[in-house]
């Protein structure tokens, strides 16, 4: 198991503003495991207590509606963490998230990181400053379901997720996403999704590497997702 200060994924989320007493600390209280592919960090009515740190892998953040649809509204990936709000709110989860691959993550309680806010000042603000990049990602979310439509939501989609997570070797968007994955990401069914994408490929904005997407005509779908 290795230890918060020298583990170099803290560097990417708040946990960089805590000094090496407190990260030494906060390692003796951490637990570490192993997330499979298609296992749940969480539940949807769950009292998390804590944060977990993403060491390796990524996990979608969904939301079930009442009809049984399953809006994705994030993906957390190696580096960031999730469950913040469980800090400040002693109600449950209203989400889910999933391992879309195999996972290393580390949980660290809640009554350990509320000690380092109470007395670090930095690491308070970087919290804070996540969950308000959170609550913005979520306003984009609400406001691109009423305003756009699906061809362009889609755009807009594999747009970001080439900027957030990187191409491969093969120059194919670096996540495995299922067709199901991104109609839940675009809020829509997933054969809609599955005729978009061939209508894309179609007009060589894209194309298909395997299950992989490679961008190829990344102005055409810039002005697709400003709906021109």
């Known amino acids: 198991m290795s230890k918060c200060e020298q583990c170099i994924v803290r560097q990417f ?6 000094s090496k007493d407190e990260l030494i600390r906060m390692s003796n209280c951490k637990t570490s495991k192993t997330i499979k592919k298609g296992e749940f960090l969480f539940n949807e009515g769950e009292h998390i207590n804590g944060i977990f740190c993403i ?6 953040v969904s939301k079930m509606s009442e009809n049984g649809r399953n809006q994705v509204v994030n993906l957390v990936k190696k580096g960031d963490l999730i469950g913040e709000r469980s800090l ?5 989860s209203n989400l889910n998230a999933v391992a879309l691959n195999d996972m290393e993550v580390c949980f660290i309680p809640k009554d350990e990181i509320i000690k380092d806010l109470e007395k670090n000042p930095n690491f308070s603000m970087g919290v804070l400053k996540n969950m308000a990049n959170s609550l ?8 691109n379901m009423a305003q756009k439509n699906v061809k362009q939501r889609l755009a807009e989609t594999l747009l970001h997720l080439e900027t957030k997570f990187g191409v491969n070797e093969d120059g194919c968007i670096d996540i495995h996403l299922s067709r199901e994955d991104i109609a839940n990401i675009i809020g829509t069914a997933t054969e ?3 005729r978009l994408l061939s209508e894309f490929k179609k007009k060589k904005y894209l194309a298909f590497k395997g299950k992989d997407i490679q961008l190829l005509d990344i102005d055409s779908l810039k002005n697709i997702s400003q709906g021109f």
């Not at 400040?88 to 449950?92: G, K, L, M, Q």
């Open 13 to 18: 989320n708040s946990l960089k503003h805590l």
């Open 55 to 60: 060491k390796d892998g990524v996990c979608k």
């Open 88 to 92: 400040i709110s002693d109600e449950v």
């Open 136 to 143: 913005k990602n979520a306003d984009d979310i609400i406001v």
């Open 192 to 194: 809609s999704a599955i």
